[in-house]
């Protein structure tokens, strides 16, 4: 491909190239799959089983829940807390991780917080630092802009890595605006962050931003990690950017669980509608109008044992308690997980 734009992305995921096995046909409106989920763990080895690699690295899930259970922050991050008592509130309310904010970690450490006091403190508390939010600009096109973002995120990386963090999630930080930016354009800026990522031992997750003029669909991403070629190329989706971008909830089963780490978790209201909707208005899971039972089977069917990740903006729950809130979060993610297989 010489050059690919918005449009060819569309045109170049749409022709059946995909980053798994091909997925088996699923009723549109339901996202019913042929044969019914497992009631048991299968055994390891099973074709098709989602569930051989979590069950046999966590204890916690089984073949109805494959998944890990993450608390992004930005769930609690109105109730102003110090991150280590976001991360007490993360254990207690019954998570496998969390998904910090790095301006958290930074705050910390001014704070007089050491690094490997962090790293111990996720390690008593039997939680794992499974992503970490950033903004650095690594999609501006002024040079010297890039190549401090990049310098920017090789020392977020490094930070990550004293803390046992694994990932980074890298949305489309300046050029949110730009419209019709090459993909190729935007598949090299990232290859150069997975060159980076894999001498610091942290991933950066490309992510798609639904209100975004560059990356704001899951097709652009998918043509993107394809396009650079590196081992560990991945997709960082939201349900609330997938709706807000427009693309197609269908478009999941494309997607191997191998191109998905982390998945961020939510979900939103039938009104004010896509064009008008804003991350304030993110709810609970199974309180909106998101097609879940569908991705949650399009997401174990393609073998995905990631985690999903609670990341909510909404200012009613931000004026609650904060272990209330991230109880709540966990307790209907489960909910609407466990429906799935109904």
């Not at 008008?276 to 909106?288: I, L, S």
Request: glycine share 8%.
């Amino acid at each position: 491909m010489a050059s690919l734009t918005r449009r060819a992305a569309l045109k170049f995921v749409g022709t059946g190239i995909v980053l798994g096995a091909a997925a088996r046909p699923l009723d549109r409106a339901s996202g019913a799959e042929p044969a019914a989920a497992p009631s048991a763990p299968v055994s390891p080895g099973a074709p098709g089983s989602p569930t051989v690699a979590a069950t046999a690295a966590d204890p916690r899930r089984s073949a109805k829940e494959p998944f890990g259970y993450c608390l992004n922050t930005a769930t609690i991050r109105g109730q102003k807390l110090p991150l280590v008592a976001e991360l007490d509130i993360a254990a207690k309310a019954g998570y496998h991780a969390v998904e910090p904010w790095f301006s958290e970690i930074e705050d910390y450490q001014k704070k007089g917080g050491t690094l490997p006091d962090l790293k111990k403190r996720l390690a008593d508390l039997n939680l794992t630092m499974e992503s970490a939010i950033a903004f650095p600009e690594w999609l501006v096109d002024d040079e010297a802009k890039r190549t401090a973002a990049i310098e920017l995120a090789k020392k977020q990386m490094g930070t990550l890595q004293q803390v046992g963090g694994k990932r980074l999630a890298c949305p489309p930080a300046g050029a949110t605006n730009v419209e019709n930016m090459s993909l190729h354009k935007i598949t090299a800026r990232y290859r150069a962050l997975l060159e980076l990522g894999e001498k610091m031992n942290v991933v950066p997750e490309l992510e798609v931003w639904g209100f975004s003029k560059t990356l704001g669909r899951l097709s652009e991403a998918a043509a993107v990690v394809i396009e650079c070629g590196h081992p560990q190329a991945c997709i960082l989706p939201d349900v609330f950017h997938l709706y807000k971008g427009g693309s197609d909830f269908n478009g999941m089963r494309f997607l191997s669980g191998q191109a998905l780490h982390v998945l961020h978790m939510n979900d939103y209201p039938d009104q004010p509608g896509r064009d008008k909707v804003t991350d304030a208005e993110r709810v609970y899971p199974g309180d909106g109008v998101a097609p879940l039972k569908m991705l949650f089977r399009n997401l174990r069917m393609n073998g995905y044992t990631g985690y999903l990740s609670l990341e909510l903006f909404n200012r009613t729950y931000w004026e609650q308690d904060a272990l209330l809130v991230a109880r709540t979060a966990l307790e209907k993610t489960r909910i609407a997980v466990l429906s799935a297989w109904e």
